[in-house]
């Protein structure tokens, strides 16, 4: 089978042509603008959108409403869905003012084929991935390579919470270094990072639930569905047994613009997120359950290629690329007078605040789903308030940029390979006025030396921090010491130490999966 292929079938763990997929091109945005029909249906919604898919998408659309729309923003005329994740913006130092990023390339949704009998969404299906309010990474260190999935059970981070953490990610584009993997970078890198490292902007990922009860929503809008136990692959809960099409989305942002260069600021999403950790996606389906479901039983050739899939070409060519960026949602009247991709802008839209800790972001009334102890969101363990004093050496995350690769095999729109040591630690450089004071204690933890305790093989549980405190900020006051173990995983490029209970260490070799051809079909810079 040609090399190629392989790549294809690896994607994010596919491993044979049963578990095959398609590429779902949206290269048009329906529009941006403050609507969000799942969670605030029929109202104005808090924070901005970038939306793909049909033309009925409004502030009240439903099933009906999104099949009926006129046009679509994706490539197959059949597919009426909408898709729809937070903008990007870009704060500026010295004017306080905020500028949209640009979008490139429009959005990508993966439809992967996982697990056995695979089901359509049925009519009136939606759900949303990612929670808003989240700003706090609690499944370890996000400055550190993911543990192998093998070990995850054993970790206790198999729980909806931790493996709905890991299914966002942040991808570094360098067209000319080796690509990272997909979902490996679990929080949003800093400009100081993204300018050294991502002249190709940043590509941010999410995986929605793939396990379903049958219900087509929830009074939360994501309870009816569920993740199986490896996020993308694996074993449902015996709660959501039936398997649903495992939907992955990719939107391309042109940090690297020139209204950019050279300038002191932040990049922030439209809900007032810095850290990355909030960010989420909604789904509502448009699709022809019959429709969909003769693509899910059909479209199995191993490119992911619309073209190859007979069903999606035999009723009508596929649109243009002019055609899907032609095809715009209808502005309600409300949102008439507001912009939210004018140039620059005085404030977020929607007055939305920037919200960098889980107190802040927390609404009145409705707490996040929040873990108070980073530690114990790794292994399950609850804190006490005895504490002694402890000092843990510091250290200083590396800066050096991925190592180039002469592969052909590498696609203008990133192919990925899963290589540990290819993505580099970027802590948080909001500035100093919006760094909580620290707790007074006998010794304090540089950032670093916090989030990279899951590495030593002494490690140690560290006491939950108040809440008003930055995730990467926390007194170095220590509860209990436990005594772990190193285990060595082997990938063909590296060898990666992680921590993880047992006796001795062990030996534990990982194939390189996690491997996708990314095709936004643009240059090293852009269409």
Request: charged share 15%; proline share 8%.
């Amino acid at each position: 089978m040609p090399s190629k292929i392989l790549t294809v079938l690896a994607i994010l763990g596919i491993s044979s042509v049963t578990e095959a997929f398609w590429r779902m091109e949206c290269r048009g945005s329906t529009g941006f603008a403050r609507i969000d029909p799942i969670v605030d249906f029929n109202k104005v919604s808090s924070h901005a959108h970038a939306v793909h898919g049909s033309s009925g998408f409004s502030t009240s659309a439903t099933y009906d409403d999104l099949t009926k729309g006129d046009c679509t923003s994706c490539a197959v005329k059949q597919d009426k869905s909408a898709y729809w994740t937070p903008a990007m913006y870009f704060l500026d130092d010295e004017t306080g003012e905020f500028s949209p990023v640009p979008q490139v390339g429009g959005m990508l949704a993966y439809y992967l084929l996982r697990g056995e009998n695979v089901t359509a969404f049925p009519p009136g299906f939606q759900m949303l991935a990612g929670s808003n309010y989240r700003r706090d990474y609690t499944v370890g260190d996000p400055y550190s390579p993911d543990p192998p999935q093998s070990n995850w059970a054993e970790l206790k981070q198999t729980g909806q919470s931790d493996l709905e953490q890991r299914a966002i990610g942040f991808n570094c584009l360098n067209y000319n270094k080796n690509p990272e993997a997909s979902l490996y970078r679990h929080y949003m890198p800093n400009k100081t990072f993204t300018d050294a490292n991502c002249p190709d902007g940043l590509r941010l990922e999410i995986m929605f639930p793939s396990c379903w009860n049958g219900a087509v929503s929830s009074d939360d809008h994501k309870s009816h569905v569920a993740y199986p136990d490896l996020v993308g692959n694996g074993v449902c809960p015996d709660t959501h047994t039936q398997r649903l099409v495992t939907l992955f989305y990719e939107t391309i942002w042109d940090t690297n613009a020139a209204q950019f260069q050279g300038k002191s600021g932040s990049f922030v999403i439209s809900n007032g997120d810095r850290t990355g950790y909030g960010y989420h996606g909604d789904f509502m389906t448009g699709w022809d359950p019959a429709f969909l479901q003769e693509a899910i039983d059909t479209c199995t050739n191993p490119s992911g290629e619309l073209s190859d899939c007979g069903l999606f070409t035999s009723n009508g060519p596929l649109l243009s690329e002019d055609e899907q960026r032609d095809c715009k949602f209808r502005t309600p009247l409300a949102l008439a007078a507001e912009n939210v991709i004018a140039k620059t802008l005085p404030q977020l839209p929607g007055g939305v605040q920037i919200q960098d800790g889980p107190e802040s972001a927390t609404p009145a009334g409705n707490p996040i789903d929040h873990f108070t102890s980073v530690i114990g969101g790794i292994f399950g363990g609850d804190s006490t308030t005895t504490t002694t004093s402890s000092s843990v050496p510091s250290s200083t995350p590396s800066t050096t940029a991925p190592a180039t690769t002469t592969s052909s095999d590498i696609q203008s729109g990133g192919a990925f390979i899963e290589d540990p040591a290819s993505a580099t630690p970027s802590t948080p450089d909001f500035g100093a006025a919006d760094v909580p004071s620290t707790p007074t204690s006998t010794s304090t933890l540089t950032t670093p030396a916090l989030l990279r305790l899951y590495w030593l093989p002494q490690l140690r549980r560290l006491r939950p921090p108040p809440y008003q405190q930055l995730p990467h900020l926390y007194a170095g006051l220590v509860e209990e010491i436990v005594w772990m173990q190193p285990v060595v995983y082997v990938t063909e490029d590296s060898v990666t130490t992680v921590t993880i209970p047992g006796p001795a260490p062990q030996q534990i070799k990982k194939a390189r999966d996690h491997i996708m051809q990314h095709r936004h079909n643009h240059g090293r810079r852009g269409y």
